[in-house]
């Protein structure tokens, strides 16, 4: 098992994101907030006006989702934005196009690609990494890779200098986070509950806990995602982590079941930005009342690598 | 040959196959079953109460039934040149192979003191064995499925409702197999605490695939004993139908180590390969990551999973068990698809020449054999000191459930199809 300090040593070890998250935290004493949306949905260039939307109304950080006919970890509303992007034609190579034309427009947000394991093995690990980087892409979230079984993305993600996001849960032993923690970068996505993405009334109760343990294990920077709606769970969720990562209920807004006429398209376009400025707004407040929560790693130099 | 013996390798990995694609939630679980199979691989109280399962209520050791009018078709003519023996897995209860499995997984479910199945299906057979262990075991259950093969499988539907499953109809993807699972997979990483996913194919996250093939070795070990006393050798070909490949590996598994036996794998042709409209991962698909294992997979130039089809929902699945691609890949098995029509026809014949109404994945297997056997007689190839060539077909389940489709594609409905049906019947009776 790799220690993070055998990984801090590696040739690669600054990090677009965790230097995000590290000025937020010294800057503005706050999470970042991390947004996600689908490549291609509805089209590839009306997904780049929503992605725009994200960054222009208070996203920090964007997770950009390659669209995949098998994605287990989603819920519905992905799923069926995912879906609909396959249908309208999106193409695996689209995310690149994708990522240089956001860091084009806003160069000091990240951009890391969810994607499912296998797009990326059919296009090749380090072929896939070396056009991410070339994109401006900061890295990857891997939802069903496992650091166990991800020996080539390790290697490719070294080599090309990006973020490797794996994912932790409730359910992780002591042991596996460990092994997590040392062999992510960026940082450390932690589900906050057992189940797949999708709004929910409630953050669940033991992410706080999973945060801790995670930071325990060796994680500089823990994001939380699954289940965060809103601008109060967002606040909620901020108290403890180093970012809050939000996908359903920014994709909702833009789910239709049919075409879009354009002026139908702009009033999509609006109820987005104002989810999304309800999240920013909770980031924002959330140690805005409560210095004395600020996260362990609040001393913590940017440029690390978990 | 390698000096580890090929019927003992176990995972996670079958060459560069298998591993673990799933999000990490389920990880700890996947630890858990590990460690709870392994622990009752050694325990003679599970062995001893599978076996009791097995002998009382699967009702094996299933019989060898020597088939020789169908074998008359399989290149032996008259004059006996071609023995064909069927593995009788369609004579368990529950009317396949799957029971074996399933049975093995709900004692262990017991052992792990949870109280909830979930299990996907697609023609129903494992659906309806794991609805009928958790009657007998008395856990909850609920099979997903989809809504595609809930249709083409009604029958089965009502068994599983019968035995107290909720069966929850897929309609999102294809609506078939492949986006079952992907739904059971979604309830198992939000209720796996209280949950076993009942994976009903030697595929999936480790250690599905070592388990799985570990319940089903009983099929082989019986076949191998039956034909050695039968035959008085080891078959020269042993058949099988390959979707996830379960009964394959389970009847492969016995004659892995004799080199003289030759594997046959037929997977689902659909309406040829040059269509586009198959299952046959062997012929069109690449290595890929579906569902938690690294295999053989159809899939396009972007990974995205391809459609899949088969006149048969049980072989309608885009990937394989990775230890069948490890054994394409070693030259150990050879895998090779079998249409819609030819497995639709050497179902009718087993049918007409023995009385036995196959399902209709077993067909697969069926025909498969009559290619195999008729290409040996038309080249002279015999058994050993010129005795008859030995088949061995693994009949991996009874074609109950699939009487409708049957009677469908042989126009034997009455009513308004009724007409052109009867005369497609003459004209296919008159050919035969």
């Given at each position: 098992?790799?220690?993070?300090?055998?990984?801090?040593?590696?040739?690669?070890?600054?990090?677009?994101?965790?230097?995000?998250?590290?000025?937020?935290?010294?800057?503005?004493?706050?999470?970042?907030?991390?947004?996600?949306?689908?490549?291609?949905?509805?089209?590839v260039d009306r997904s780049i006006e929503a992605l725009k939307t994200l960054v222009d109304h208070g996203v920090d950080i964007i997770e950009l989702g390659i669209p995949y006919t098998d994605p287990v970890l989603d819920g519905p509303v992905i799923q069926a934005a995912a879906q609909g992007a396959l249908d309208a034609g999106a193409h695996v190579r689209d995310v690149f196009r994708v990522v240089a034309e956001l860091t084009a427009y806003a160069p000091h947000v990240p951009v890391l690609v969810m994607t499912y394991w296998n797009p990326v093995l059919k296009y090749g690990a380090d072929a896939f990494a070396r056009d991410l980087a070339a994109a401006g892409g900061a890295g990857l979230i891997t939802p069903d890779l496992i650091p166990d079984e991800g020996a080539d993305w390790i290697a490719a993600s070294e080599a090309h200098g990006l973020d490797r996001v794996f994912l932790v849960a409730p359910s992780s032993t002591p042991e596996r986070l460990r092994l997590t923690a040392g062999?992510?970068?960026?940082?450390?996505?932690?589900?906050?509950?057992?189940?797949?993405?999708?709004?929910?009334?409630?953050?669940?109760?033991?992410?706080?806990?999973?945060?801790?343990?995670?930071?325990a294990a060796g994680a500089t920077n823990v994001c939380v995602g699954l289940g965060v709606a809103t601008g109060a769970q967002a606040t909620e969720v901020g108290r403890f982590a180093d970012g809050v990562i939000v996908g359903s209920a920014l994709v909702r807004p833009l789910l239709s079941d049919g075409p879009l006429p354009d002026d139908e398209w702009a009033v999509r376009l609006t109820n987005l930005a104002e989810v999304t400025e309800d999240l920013a707004a909770g980031v924002r407040s959330a140690r805005a009342h409560a210095p004395a929560d600020t996260p362990a790693g609040a001393t913590t130099t940017s440029g690390e690598a978990l | 040959m390698t000096h580890v013996k090929l019927s003992d390798v176990s995972g996670p990995y079958f060459g560069q196959y298998g591993g673990r694609f799933?999000?990490?939630?389920l990880i700890a679980a996947l630890d858990e079953l590990e460690t709870e199979f392994r622990k009752a691989a050694e325990d003679p109280a599970f062995a001893a109460e599978l076996q009791r399962l097995h002998r009382e209520y699967t009702g094996r050791p299933s019989p060898?039934?020597?088939?020789?009018?169908?074998?008359?078709?399989?290149?032996?003519?008259?004059?006996?040149?071609?023995?064909?023996?069927?593995?009788?897995?369609?004579?368990?209860?529950?009317?396949?192979?799957?029971?074996?499995?399933?049975l093995g997984q709900?004692?262990?479910?017991?052992?792990?003191?949870?109280?909830?199945?979930?299990?996907?299906?697609?023609?129903?057979q494992h659906g309806v064995a794991t609805a009928t262990a958790?009657?007998?075991?008395?856990?909850?259950?609920?099979?997903?499925?989809?809504?595609?093969?809930?249709?083409?499988?009604?029958?089965?539907?009502?068994?599983?409702?019968?035995?107290?499953?909720?069966?929850?109809?897929?309609?999102?993807?294809?609506?078939?197999?492949?986006?079952?699972?992907?739904?059971?997979?979604?309830?198992?990483?939000?209720?796996?605490?209280?949950?076993?996913?009942?994976?009903?194919?030697?595929?999936?996250?480790?250690?599905?695939?070592?388990?799985?093939?570990?319940?089903?070795?009983?099929?082989?070990?019986?076949?191998?004993?039956?034909?050695?006393?039968?035959?008085?050798?080891l078959p020269d070909v042993v058949a099988a139908c390959v979707g996830g490949g379960s009964n394959a590996l389970g009847i492969f598994n016995a004659f892995l180590d004799d080199e003289g036996v030759e594997l046959r794998g037929f997977e689902a042709g659909g309406e040829g390969i040059e269509s586009g409209r198959h299952a046959a991962r062997f012929s069109g698909g690449a290595l890929g990551v579906l569902h938690g294992a690294k295999s053989y997979l159809l899939q396009d130039d972007e990974g995205q999973t391809l459609p899949s089809h088969s006149v048969s929902a049980g072989l309608d699945y885009p990937s394989v068990g990775p230890a069948h691609s490890w054994l394409h890949d070693l030259g150990r098995a050879t895998y090779e698809p079998v249409t819609d029509d030819e497995a639709m026809e050497a179902f009718r014949l087993l049918c007409r020449t023995e009385g036995i109404i196959p399902a209709i994945e077993s067909a697969h297997a069926l025909a498969g054999a009559l290619r195999v056997g008729q290409a040996a007689a038309a080249q002279g190839r015999t058994g050993p000191d010129g005795e008859p060539l030995v088949l061995l077909v693994n009949l991996s389940g009874r074609g109950d459930k699939d009487v409708?489709?049957?009677?469908?594609?042989?126009?034997?409905?009455?009513?308004?199809?009724g007409g052109a049906a009867a005369e497609e019947l003459e004209r296919q009776e008159g050919r035969g």
């Open positions: 098992m790799s220690t993070v300090t055998e990984q801090a040593s590696g040739p690669h070890t600054r990090s677009a994101t965790a230097d995000l998250i590290a000025r937020l935290r010294e800057q503005e004493n706050r999470p970042a907030l991390v947004g996600y949306l689908p490549v291609g949905y509805p089209s062999q992510s970068r960026g940082f450390v996505y932690a589900a906050s509950l057992m189940g797949v993405t999708g709004v929910r009334s409630e953050v669940g109760s033991r992410a706080e806990q999973l945060v801790a343990d995670t930071r | 799933v999000p990490e939630a060898l039934t020597e088939v020789p009018r169908f074998a008359a078709h399989a290149g032996g003519g008259d004059t006996g040149a071609v023995r064909v023996f069927l593995k009788r897995e369609d004579l368990n209860h529950t009317g396949s192979h799957k029971i074996n499995n399933v709900a004692l262990l479910v017991k052992r792990m003191g949870k109280k909830r199945l979930i299990a996907e299906t697609g023609a129903g958790a009657a007998l075991m008395d856990l909850e259950c609920v099979v997903y499925m989809g809504e595609e093969d809930t249709r083409r499988q009604a029958l089965n539907v009502a068994r599983m409702r019968l035995l107290g499953a909720e069966v929850v109809p897929v309609k999102i993807g294809s609506r078939t197999l492949k986006d079952a699972i992907n739904e059971a997979l979604r309830d198992w990483v939000a209720n796996v605490e209280s949950t076993h996913y009942l994976l009903g194919t030697v595929t999936g996250p480790h250690p599905f695939p070592e388990m799985v093939r570990q319940f089903h070795r009983i099929i082989g070990e019986e076949a191998r004993e039956q034909i050695l006393e039968r035959a008085g050798r409708a489709t049957a009677a469908r594609w042989f126009g034997l409905l009455d009513g308004a199809e």
